[in-house]
C-alpha cells in the first residue's frame, strides 16, 4: 500500500483527500502544520507529499526545500494561489507538480499516479546501472566491483534494486521490510541491519565508513552515489 503524507490546514480539504486516497487504496497520513509534516515525514516515509503553500508556521515553499533535500520522493503542491510565479518557483524548488485549487480529486488521483509511475520508472527499466566503482546487471545477476565479480544472493540484489529505485531517500526498516520481504517472512528488523551489513561488506570501499549505503539514526538507511 502506497503511503501518502497530505501537508493541509483546510479540515474540509483534508477529509476529502483522505477520502479520495484511501477509497483508491492508499494509506494516508495529515499534517496540518509545516513543523508536525516534517517530523511526520521523516517518521513514516511516505512514497508521495501533497503539500499545501499556506500553512502556519513554516512555509510550504520552506517545507519543499527541505524534504527534497533530504529525499527525491514527489511533491505535489496544491494552492489556491493561481500566480505563474508561484509555479515557477516551486518547480525550481523541487516540486514535481502544482494543482491550482478548487482541483478535480480524479485529476489529482491521476497526477499522483502518473509521478508514482515515474519515479518507479528509474531502475526497472534500466537493466544496467553502475555508482561508484560498482556495475550491476539486474537481467543477469551479474554485479562487478573494480571490474571483479561479486556474488550477490538473489535478496541482497533485490535489496539493492530497491535503493536504487529509492536514491537519496530515507526509509525506514520497517519499509524495508515490507517492500523486499514482505512482513510475515521476516518479523524483526535485524534482518535489514544483516543485509545492509552484508552490502557494505561486498560493495564499499570501507565498510566501516560507507560512502553509499548510509545509517540515518533514528530513522533507517539512505541510498547516496
Known amino acids: 500500500m502506497e503511503r501518502i503524507l497530505v501537508v493541509e490546514d ?11 486516497f484511501e477509497s483508491s487504496g492508499f494509506e494516508v497520513t495529515v499534517a496540518a502544520d509545516g513543523t508536525t509534516a516534517m517530523q511526520t515525514f521523516a517518521a513514516t516515509t511516505p ?10 508556521g513554516k ?18 503542491v496544491l494552492s489556491a494561489a493561481s500566480d505563474v510565479l508561484d509555479k515557477v ?9 502544482y494543482v ?17 509511475r515515474r519515479l518507479s520508472q528509474g531502475v526497472e527499466k534500466q537493466e544496467v546501472y ?23 544472493t538473489p535478496q541482497e540484489f533485490k535489496m539493492l534494486r530497491f535503493f536504487l529505485n529509492n536514491k537519496e531517500r530515507v526509509v525506514s526498516r520497517t519499509e524495508l521490510l515490507n517492500e523486499v520481504w514482505g512482513y510475515h517472512s521476516y518479523p524483526t528488523t535485524r534482518t535489514v541491519d544483516t ?17 553509499h549505503f548510509r545509517t540515518v539514526h533514528g530513522t533507517g538507511y539512505k541510498f547516496v552515489e
Open 10 to 20: 483546510d479540515v474540509a480539504v483534508q477529509k476529502a483527500l483522505r477520502r479520495t
Open 47 to 56: 512514497r508521495v507529499v501533497l503539500l499545501d503553500l499556506r500553512l502556519p
Open 59 to 76: 512555509s510550504g515553499q520552506d517545507l519543499c526545500r527541505e524534504i527534497r533535500k533530504q529525499s527525491n520522493v514527489p511533491i505535489l
Open 89 to 97: 518557483l516551486l518547480l525550481e524548488l523541487g516540486a514535481d507538480d
Open 100 to 116: 491550482t485549487k478548487p482541483f478535480s480529486p480524479r485529476e489529482l488521483l491521476a497526477r499522483v499516479r502518473v509521478a508514482l
Open 130 to 152: 553502475t555508482f561508484g566503482e560498482i556495475e550491476v546487471n539486474f537481467g543477469k545477476m551479474e554485479l562487478l566491483r573494480a571490474g571483479q565479480s561479486v556474488a550477490l
Open 195 to 211: 543485509h545492509i551489513l552484508r552490502l557494505r561488506q561486498k560493495l564499499e570501499r570501507d565498510p566501516a565508513d560507507p560512502v
